[in-house]
């Protein structure tokens, strides 16, 4: 009887598993269908989803395909870098020309440099094959165990919670059954109750005492920590576990800033370098952008293979609100816009990247103080994307006015923001109804980000479902490019990047937004307008300070990368910021790449990463620069200011 029931039970189970499974599986198919009918009435789809790199529109609930990039084996890459640090007489030129006023001659492409390393790459395909075949199987084992969207979890519970209400219709028909082993199991119960509560309590105690033992040491609150997430099942690995697990360094200094912020500076330490370079991200992004696209797609661990000294910057703006002010309110947390950025964030991170070089090469201090301290043993460059390359332009104009060292050798601007008049009709709306309403909107949000760990951990989990269901995330890719104007970035696929995770998410500051929305308004790269009477105090006139005025001052050399498929900076744009250098004397470069906006740091793009490169060799370590006095250096100021 016994075993009658057990198989009654068994099959019942499994047939309401199969119900319920197929159920769940049809609402998905229908949320899944009615997303392939809209994306298929919907113009313009197949302009959306174009350039889209590394992501797979398949259904599966497998782990996340291999980009593109990795299906034959390793890139050819980074033998292409060995030969250009060799071979650097041969290296393309990339120095812009003289043009007329509406007409730029733009660079060689490098591809026969990459098409002599894909030649040399061959030779040793075999080999880098094995390689990356176990680097495929642990990136997958990874993304397959760290990952799991809102229907696998909705799968996960429904057994969970069928096998636990079966299971007490098992155990319950089984005592019922044998009545004779449910009175021994009563009576054993009730006979061990008084000596239950003595082990009991020896147990608790002993488990407390191996629990302090544990806690002095550290790895107790970790291992709690990580089973939390494995049972969320949330990708929460932070930069650092991106580095280290791919076998790099990794070192995190912590700044803080003049006006209290705690900010994380990241590094790929090769402490005896005299060449480092400084990677600054944009908005609504932070160091992982760098990082995210492994060792043969990634800006920081390209830079590293080529002997550099990598720092990875993060601007201030995450919902963890680090600060001195432990007590410090959302309100006062958020209250900065692009000009703390610049002026803030930017110096502090650059001074420690200096303090930290003088103390590990050991460089003295300038013997005069008439002398500008600008000059240093080794040399920094910096790369810039988006939001960030205002924050770089802005910092070196700043800290030239101010008489100060900026400390940067070359900067490296990928789609620099500071103009945006040029731009689609949804953006124009939200500058008109930001400027509009800014002052009664800035009362009740100060900034626009996910507050809850829940939330967060959904979007999380939503972004793997799009990953999985391929009209859903089409859709989604398809309204995200109707909003950006048409631009194709894989928007789908940045949403699920580890730092949009549950413990911690970048946000935007109210105030960084009405930034946006006054540059794009007045058509002038211009600091933050506070209104005419503050803005005397904080620039000595009503009206902000215009950047652009002050090009002339900018001293070292400057290279301007815009993407002509992307929407959100257009070229013209990034054009305007190089023909105000060009015709102010800087020493600019321009190049356009067939990118989207986040395809500069998010995808894997061989012919920008040699680009940057190239232009990072073009800097010399060794060679020493001239001491500029500070009385001539003010003449030149004041002339850029006269200008």
Avoid at 31 to 59: C, D, F, H, T, Y
Avoid at 212 to 230: F, I, K, V, Y
Avoid at 614 to 621: A, E, G, M, Q
Wanted: proline share 5%; hydrophobic share 40%; glycine share 6%.
């Amino acid at each position: 009887m016994q075993r009658l029931v057990d198989h009654a039970l068994a099959v019942t189970k499994e047939s309401v598993k199969a119900v319920t499974y197929e159920s769940v599986n049809n609402v998905v198919r229908i949320i899944n269908g009615v997303s392939a009918l809209l994306l298929a009435l919907l113009p313009g789809k197949a302009n959306m989803l174009e350039g889209i790199q590394g992501w797979e529109l398949r259904p599966t609930f497998r782990g996340p395909r291999l980009p593109r990039w990795m299906e034959n084996g390793v890139s050819s890459f980074n033998h292409f870098i060995h030969e250009l640090s060799v071979d650097s007489d041969t290296s393309p030129d990339y120095s812009s020309e003289e043009e007329d006023s509406d007409r730029y001659e733009y660079p060689p492409s490098p591809a026969s440099h990459c098409s002599r390393a894909s030649e040399a790459y061959n030779r040793h395909q075999m080999d880098w094959f094995q390689r990356m075949q176990s680097l495929k199987e642990q990136i997958i084992h990874r993304a397959t165990d760290r990952r799991r969207g809102v229907v696998e979890d909705v799968h996960l519970a429904i057994e969970i919670c069928i096998e636990a209400v079966f299971d007490f219709f098992h155990k319950a028909a089984h005592l019922l059954l044998s009545p004779s082993e449910a009175f021994v199991a009563i009576v054993s119960l009730f006979s061990s109750h008084g000596s239950g509560i003595e082990q009991d309590h020896d147990t608790f105690k002993d488990a407390a005492i191996s629990t302090a033992t544990r806690g002095g040491d550290g790895p107790a609150p970790t291992e709690r920590s990580t089973n939390l997430h494995q049972s969320l099942n949330t990708d929460a690995r932070t930069c650092q576990d991106v580095i280290t697990e791919l076998g790099y360094p990794y070192e995190a200094i912590h700044v803080i800033t003049s006006d209290g912020y705690i900010i994380l500076l990241e590094r790929i330490p090769r402490r005896d370098s005299r060449k480092a370079v400084f990677l600054q991200h944009g908005v609504l992004d932070s160091s992982m952008g760098w990082v995210s696209n492994g060792v043969v797609g990634s800006p920081a661990f390209a830079a590293y293979d080529q002997g550099y000294d990598v720092f990875l910057g993060n601007f201030r703006g995450l919902v963890s609100r680090e600060h001195v002010n432990k007590n410090i309110s959302s309100r006062e947390y958020w209250r900065y816009s692009i000009n703390e950025h610049g002026t803030e964030d930017v110096p502090a991170m650059i001074e420690k990247i200096h303090e930290v070089k003088c103390a590990e090469l050991k460089l003295s201090k300038p013997e005069s103080e008439e002398e500008i301290d600008d000059y240093q043993p080794y040399k920094l460059c910096a790369i810039s994307h988006s939001l960030g390359g205002a924050a770089m332009i802005m910092y070196v104009v700043t800290q030239k006015i101010q008489e100060k060292p900026h400390r940067l050798s070359r900067l490296i601007l990928l789609s620099p923001a500071g103009f945006h008049d040029d731009s689609n009709i949804v953006f124009s709306t939200v500058e008109f109804m930001l400027v509009l309403v800014a002052p009664i909107l800035s009362l009740f949000v100060p900034a626009f980000y996910i507050p809850t760990r829940f939330f967060r951990m959904l979007v999380n989990k939503l972004a793997r479902d799009l990953h999985n269901l391929p009209a859903v995330g089409g859709l989604v890719q398809t309204l995200m490019g109707y909003v950006v104007g048409g631009d194709s970035s894989n928007w789908v696929g940045v949403l699920g990047l580890p730092h949009y995770n549950m413990n911690d998410m970048p946000g935007v500051s109210f105030r960084v937004a009405l930034h946006l929305a006054q540059i794009k308004r007045t058509r002038r790269f211009r600091m933050f307008d506070y209104g005419a009477s503050t803005n005397i105090e904080v620039y000595g006139s009503p009206e902000p300070l215009d950047l652009a005025e002050f090009y002339g001052i900018i001293d070292i050399p400057v290279d301007l990368v815009a993407g002509q498929k992307d929407k959100v900076i257009r070229p013209t744009m990034v054009r305007r910021h190089y023909k105000l250098m060009k015709g102010a004397g800087v020493n600019v470069s321009y190049n356009e790449f067939e990118y989207a906006h986040l395809d500069f740091t998010f995808s894997h793009r061989e012919e920008l990463l040699s680009y940057v490169m190239s232009r990072l060799l073009l800097v010399d370590p060794n060679h020493k620069p001239q001491r500029v006095a500070r009385s001539k250096k003010k003449e030149q100021i004041a002339a850029a200011s006269r200008d």
